[in-house]
């Protein structure tokens, strides 16, 4: 049987990538390490969200003559990059480097409707983050049958955002640019499998990544240095990802996946930010309650059921349903959707026996987040600000290319 088509259509066509709960665009994968001998691999993906929904605050914003509370689009199209090489350099060693960009936002949020005034921009929030992820995999076979790796990972991450509007109360015209800072994880599994069958199965760790970052923060366009400058501890989370094929019969190939995420454990809470609110909840206790500036209330779980068909030896096509469970956070500008089911479709292409050219489409529904009820003032919290959320949807594209050697 001829099973190395098996093998990378596993991957599914659309490069790794998906609106998944929390910051995660990537579900981090190591794939292309498990492929057998020496591969090379690059892949790019973009997607397109229609993601809004109606403001809070309706009543206040009806006596000044607003009559449009829609959001309008809060997540602007992003694009993502991934590359990977496989080296086994002797039959029971193997090494891998892995490059994706594993947390990423890009929200804008201008609400500036018509008052009696004239257009007014009432609120605004932007949020954006970026990460670039290297992973170095390090794997010996015992047996043709057993792998077991371990690893490092480098990963870079900053980002900023800027809150301003009625939705984020004293906390109104708040500014935080983190600067970057890199930090080190590290990586290990075990897999079995039967390349005979294209019968593979996987379970890998990855370790929380500690950054220290610096942030700057202001609120008006003035420093704050309310308290002494330190960094701000931002841990992402801790994941195990479970991954499986098998063969069907020569032509077709089931795969699966599945992933937990530790975003229960995830926070982000600037110095500054934080000893201001601890005083304001000090002298309001029974109006402001204490919370972070961006924290997830569950962990993630995600799934992932697809098949693959060979038409001839190539072409194949590939199909599969995604779904995601979300972070339990309620519905605010920063957080408009919780979880998503997905359906992707893809093609493959062969120009020659160890070379492959692979592209594909991927449709999201995004679930609604929870609505909040507002009735406790929560000063700033991102989760308090939405009044309804709309039937969001997204769509990505993605192209991967892939070589043997």
Same mark, same amino acid.
């Given at each position: 049987?001829?099973?190395? %088509?098996?093998?990378?259509? &596993? ?18 994968? #190591?794939? @292309? ?15 397109? @969200? $229609? ?13 000044? +003559? ?30 891998? =480097? ?7 936002? /890009? ?19 932007? =949020? ?10 390090? +794997?010996?076979?015992?047996?043709? /049958? %057993? $792998? #077991?790796?371990?690893? =490092? ?13 009625? &939705?984020?109360?004293?906390? &109104? ?15 290990? +599994? ?8 294209? !019968? ?15 942030? /700057? ?27 499986? *094929?098998?063969? !069907? ?9 599945? *992933? ?14 934080? @000893? ?14 204490? =919370? ?14 697809? #098949? ?25 500008? !920063? ?8 359906? @992707? ?39 308090? /600000? !939405? ?14 290319? +892939?070589?043997?050697?």
């Amino acid at each position: 049987m001829n099973i190395q %088509w098996l093998g990378t259509a &596993s991957l599914g066509m659309l490069p790794v990538f998906c609106m998944a709960a929390g910051l995660e665009k990537s579900d981090q994968s #190591i794939h @292309a390490f498990l492929e057998g001998g020496n591969y090379l691999e690059l892949s790019y993906a973009q997607l397109h @969200a $229609n993601v809004s929904g109606q403001v809070s605050h309706q009543e206040e914003l009806q006596k000044i +003559g607003v009559q449009d509370f829609s959001t309008g689009d809060l997540i602007q199209p992003y694009s993502m990059l991934n590359a990977a090489i496989k080296i086994q350099y002797q039959p029971k060693l193997s090494l891998a =480097f892995i490059y994706d960009q594993p947390y990423a936002a /890009n929200l804008k949020y201008d609400y500036s409707p018509h008052t009696t005034l004239g257009k007014q921009s009432l609120e605004s929030a932007q =949020f954006d983050v970026n990460s670039h992820n290297l992973s170095s995999i390090f +794997g010996y076979q015992p047996t043709p /049958n %057993w $792998n #077991i790796y371990s690893g =490092f990972a480098i990963q870079d991450f900053k980002g900023y955002l800027n809150l301003n509007g009625l &939705s984020y109360s004293v906390m &109104s015209g708040y500014e935080a640019q983190f600067k970057p800072d890199t930090a080190l994880g590290w990586i290990t +599994g075990l897999s079995y499998q039967r390349p005979e069958y294209a !019968l593979q199965a996987a379970i890998t760790y990855r370790s929380e990544i500690k950054h220290q970052s610096h942030i /700057n923060e202001s609120i008006q366009g003035q420093t704050l240095l309310y308290t002494p400058e330190q960094s701000t501890t931002i841990k992402t989370p801790q994941s195990i990802n479970i991954d499986f *094929r098998s063969a !069907l019969n020569k032509n077709n190939l089931l795969y699966s996946s599945l *992933r937990w995420v530790n975003w229960k454990n995830f926070e982000i809470q600037p110095t500054q930010f934080d @000893a201001i609110l601890n005083t304001v909840v000090e002298q309001y206790p029974d109006l402001v309650q204490h =919370f972070n500036l961006i924290d997830y209330q569950d962990d993630q779980w995600s799934a992932k059921l697809g #098949i693959a068909h060979r038409f001839t030896e190539q072409w194949v096509m590939s199909t599969d349903a995604s779904w995601d469970s979300g972070t339990g956070n309620p519905a605010g500008t !920063l957080n408009p959707s919780d979880g998503y089911y997905a359906f @992707a479709l893809g093609v493959m292409y062969y120009p020659r026996p160890k070379s492959f050219i692979a592209t594909g489409v991927k449709y999201f529904k995004l679930q609604k987040a929870d609505v909040m009820n507002q009735s406790t003032l929560i000063t700033g919290n991102q989760n308090t /600000n !939405l009044n309804t959320v709309n039937n969001n949807d997204a769509i990505a594209y993605g192209l991967r290319i +892939g070589h043997f050697f």
